[in-house]
């Protein structure tokens, strides 16, 4: 049986290192076709466990054959998801909206599937599963955000692609004028609006990331004898201060035109450094 196994291990991995290096081949051509090919290999892997599995009759055995199964397939969509935004954005400003969408498909995938690996893992702390489900969040925030912000400027570009027509059909008579000033004033609304939703985005995933900062900050140092709780306490304090700061620098940028809330961006992570007990 460990034979077979190794057999069967040897053989994937001989597959796995063809279909890479086709796959390194269609890169330039196609990053859709060259992701397909690299994620078929574990997909295909778990789909024979579970056909043994199957065979075998083991309701656990199924069980955890069937989740693997369902993981790979979450992962090569990931990957093909991703093949397909670069191929989008490879069309130019015309294809950044479809890009921008299905890059957010792909990362919100990825990060819902190691969610799931530390939710279903046993000896996962109660610290781990929160920030493991604060991750989640955050990528389905970021994902929202990414794909309107491609939404309003294909808009944006839209208004602009009319102005400058009107301009070149004519931009000199009043009625021309008038039509070309109704166009700014609603590029201007469509900007205004895309910072506003940008600074509200910024609001909440900064809010998240100070959570994830102050839990972790919390857990490098709670483990220290007697002193470890109390010093925890004041390194997460501490970085729910700074998380706060920034929100209120967030808050306090105003409008000034392109529609970005710039100034103050939100945070992949807040911190205040990690004690190690190695």
Known sequence: QLELQGLITDEMLRQKGLRDEQASKLEGASATAAASLRASVPVDA???????????????AIAAAKIELTRQSALAL?????????????????GELMGATMEAVSNITTTFVGAFDVMADKSSTTAQKVQAGLAATSALMQGFAQVSKASSDARIRGIDQEIAAEK??????????????????????????????????????????????????????AAIPVVGPALGAAAAAAVVAMGMKQVQMIQSTTFQGGGSAGGASAPSSVSVGQRSNS
């Open 46 to 60: 778990a789909s024979k466990t579970y056909d043994k599995a199957v065979e075998g009759g083991d309701p656990e």
């Open 78 to 94: 990931s990957e093909v998801t991703a093949g397909i935004a670069e191929d989008m954005r490879k069309l130019g400003p015309e």
């Open 168 to 221: 070149k059909r004519d931009g000199k008579s009043a009625e021309s004028i008038a039509r070309i000033k109704g166009l700014e004033a609603k590029k201007l609304k469509e900007q205004k609006k895309a910072f506003e939703t940008e600074k509200k985005m910024k609001i909440a995933q900064t809010i998240i990331s100070t959570a994830q900062g102050a839990i972790s900050a919390y857990t490098s140092l």
